[in-house]
């Protein structure tokens, strides 16, 4: 199956299959990352104005452990 026929069948799925397949991709480019593949130019853009973003904000955000119980705490209720 080609990518063009990929791209015209993705509309046809329904939400929950669609959420499968974007779960399934984003393992995969996790993969890709870990075995050295290195971000793409559109990525490092992100990543680049993300961190100039947060280097000109003085509040340095706050821990992940604290991020992480907030959504934990989000997702039971």
């Known amino acids: 199956m080609s990518n063009a026929e990929i791209l015209a069948e993705l509309p046809k799925l329904k939400a929950d299959e669609r959420r499968q397949i974007y779960q399934r991709l984003c393992e995969l480019r996790e993969q890709d990352l870990l075995n050295g593949a290195g971000p793409s130019d559109e990525e490092k853009k992100l990543l680049d ?29």
Do not use: T
């Not at 100039?52 to 452990?65: S, V």
């Not at 991020?67 to 209720?77: H, I, W, Y």
């Open 49 to 77: 104005e993300a961190l100039a973003e947060y280097e000109k904000d003085h509040d340095r955000g706050r821990p992940w452990r604290e991020v992480l119980g907030d959504l934990r705490a989000q997702k039971a209720s």
